[in-house]
């Protein structure tokens, strides 16, 4: 990145024979006004996980996880987010970084927490990437609510016939 700024040729050239950090750094994406206030940051390299809003293009408006960062093209692929082809296949469309705004931030990584300086009690368990096992863990929380219902008109009285019916089923 110690290139001159005037010439077009070698900013081109820059981008081409750029190292996989300079082009991470040149993948930073805004983020989002809530997201600003909160970490105090302007923008952030962009990493998969997190959730983007797309701001051009025919996809405007969505706001979907990002799958993929694929430095070698400045593109990022996005969950969702698909063309047809001609032989009628969905293909994923890569996006480039300057139509994107960072809306959720993917904090599982400890070195992230660091450098937005977030105290690990303060990150939710969606940020942290939790939420797959928080996902798995409703329909127990699903099943837990059906029995209780059963249970609370007459916690003495109703619990010998759950259990019958569980013996009927």
């Given at each position: 990145?110690?290139?001159?700024?005037?010439?077009?040729?070698?900013?081109?050239?820059a981008?081409?024979?750029?190292?996989?950090?300079?082009?991470?750094?040149?993948?930073?994406?805004?983020?989002?006004?809530?997201?600003?206030?909160?970490?105090?940051?302007?923008?952030?390299?962009v990493?998969?996980?997190?959730?983007?809003?797309v701001?051009?293009g025919s996809?405007?408006g969505?706001e979907?996880?990002?799958?993929?960062?694929?430095?070698?093209?400045?593109?990022?692929?996005l969950?969702?987010?698909?063309?047809k082809?001609?032989?009628?296949?969905?293909?994923?469309?890569?996006?480039?970084?300057?139509?994107?705004?960072?809306?959720r931030?993917?904090?599982?990584?400890?070195?992230?927490?660091r450098?937005?300086?977030?105290?690990?009690?303060?990150?939710?368990?969606?940020?942290?990437?939790?939420?797959?096992?928080a996902?798995?863990?409703?329909?127990?929380?699903?099943?837990?609510?059906?029995?209780?219902?059963?249970?609370?008109?007459?916690?003495?009285?109703?619990?010998p016939?759950?259990?019958?019916?569980?013996?009927?089923?």
């Open positions: 990145m110690t290139t001159s700024p005037h010439s077009p040729r070698r900013q081109r050239k981008l081409y024979t750029a190292t996989t950090f300079e082009r991470r750094r040149r993948m930073t994406v805004p983020l989002s006004r809530d997201l600003r206030r909160r970490f105090h940051a302007r923008a952030l390299p990493r998969k996980g997190d959730t983007v809003r701001l051009s996809f405007v969505r979907e996880r990002v799958a993929k960062v694929d430095r070698r093209a400045y593109s990022v692929v969950d969702n987010v698909t063309v082809t001609g032989e009628d296949k969905l293909k994923p469309l890569p996006i480039r970084t300057s139509h994107l705004v960072i809306t931030l993917n904090l599982s990584d400890a070195w992230r927490r450098v937005l300086k977030v105290a690990d009690e303060d990150v939710t368990p969606e940020e942290r990437g939790e939420a797959p096992e996902g798995a863990e409703p329909p127990a929380a699903e099943a837990t609510p059906a029995l209780p219902p059963a249970e609370e008109p007459g916690p003495v009285a109703d619990a016939p759950a259990g019958d019916a569980e013996d009927d089923a």
